[in-house]
């Protein structure tokens, strides 16, 4: 749990950490393209079209010992526990190649679509050539990461939690250092880009060295890629695909549809409080995010009751965190940007305790979301989509007419809807009643 704090806390809030030097050396409309960056970085989430969780989930049910898996539901585990070895290999070797096609795709939609969304922010910077230097910079790096990202997706699903901690943390102090001593030096966007490149490198290297270290060198250089995994592969990873662009409309929309309607400072402050809420999310979430690994592996290995408890407990640790870092950002957050006189502040007041509690909302139904799917079935990629897609129209229209308001109401009304339906399915894949449930969370035990 130390290096996972650190570890997220490190990764999450690199950004955050670095806003005091970002924002007294980056104007709004700098601010506002690297919100910008990020949103569209995060392309690379829709080009994985799912198979990410997936794949992690399937690492963990051959580490497990399952002999295969199966394109849905499960196998009887294992009597032995021991890892399947040549079958981890086999997928290995599969999703090296499958990475390799998705980042020339997404490739393609940076090069062109990401950099049409930047046009109108770009010409608004003073140094416009720099800047879209660090632009080319940050997309190669989000190609890259892409590219290799089934090394931190393998750490991951062989339950080294702690290690995948331990190069956030170690890849997010030199994007800190590399950022920061770049940002002193007035390298303005070029630093961030840089930091963004020195940050993936780091991570990427101790994910290689830690899955060689766990498994057989010699396995894994002999293994051969197997398409009739990728067949097995797709049918939840499309579904889950089509639940990331939902995602991906709901949280990343927010920011292309403010850069088309509001103005730079705006946009600016809300990309600023939509981080802090990222960051808080993701330190709050990090009593399940280094448990799922577990979760999964009980439940493969039949042990229903105590994975429900061990989920139970830390779903009210997790929502319980969040209330205290979100009340300290409502305190604290805009006081602290004024006393360091920063160009650009957090949302106003009312907005900025609306949008919080929007997010633990958000949170709280998606944890439900990620245990039914530790079962290998995905029941509700249509109810994503169809959200996802509301949300976007439902935004545009609204932020046309009421600006800032209509922005943030928008995801809140079109999730309200159909959050019930996912919470349902999480408190059915598991044994426990509701009062043993709260029971559970409260005391640790059924």
Known sequence: MFYGLLGTAVRVGSNILLLPLALTHLSSAEMAAWWLFLSLGANSNLAD????????????????????????????????????????????????????????????????????????????????R??????????????????????????????????????????GLFYLVTGGLLLLAGAKLLALAAAVAARAFVFRLVCIFVFRQATDRQILKQARADRSMLARLWPNAWKLGIMSLGAYC?????????????????????????QLGIFATSIAALWLQVKWPEITILRTQNRLTEMSVLFAHRLLL?????????????LLGNQLLAWKATHTRLLP?????????????????????????????????????????A????????????????????????????????????????????????????????
């Open 130 to 171: 720099s800047a879209w230097l660090a632009w080319t910079i940050f997309a190669a790096m989000t190609i890259f990461n892409l590219k290799t990202s089934y090394w931190g997706l393998a750490v991951q699903g062989i339950n080294k939690v702690r290690e995948v901690q331990f190069a956030n943390l170690l890849g």
């Open 391 to 446: 949300t976007v129209i439902v935004s545009i229209f609204m932020t046309a007419r009421w600006q800032l308001w209509g922005l943030l109401l928008a995801p809140l009304i079109c999730e309200a809807y159909n959050a019930w339906f996912v919470i349902r399915l999480g408190l059915a894949s598991q044994p426990l009643s509701p009062r043993e449930f709260l029971r559970a969370g409260l005391a640790r035990r059924a």
């Open 250 to 274: 709901i949280t990343q929309g927010l920011i292309l549809i403010a850069s088309r309607f509001l103005p730079v400072e705006t946009v600016a402050s809300l990309g600023l409080t939509q």
């Open 49 to 128: 079209f799912g198979f990410g969780p997936v794949i992690t989930r399937v690492y963990s049910y051959l580490w497990a010992g399952a002999d295969d898996f199966e394109a849905e539901g499960l196998r009887p585990g294992s009597t032995s526990g021991l890892p399947n070895l040549p079958r981890i290999g086999q997928l290995h070797a599969t999703v090296a190649r499958l990475y390799t096609l998705l980042s020339g795709l997404v490739a393609l939609a940076l090069a062109f679509a990401g950099t049409w969304f930047l046009l109108r922010i770009m010409q608004l910077i003073a140094d416009e």
């Open 349 to 389: 007041l009312l907005p900025l305790i609306y949008y919080l509690a929007y997010l633990a909302f958000q949170m709280t139904y998606g944890t439900f979301a990620v245990l039914t799917m530790t079962q290998n079935v995905i029941p509700f990629y249509r109810v994503a989509i169809f959200t996802g897609v």
């Open 318 to 330: 997790t929502v319980a965190t969040f209330a205290v870092i979100a009340g300290a950002i409502i």
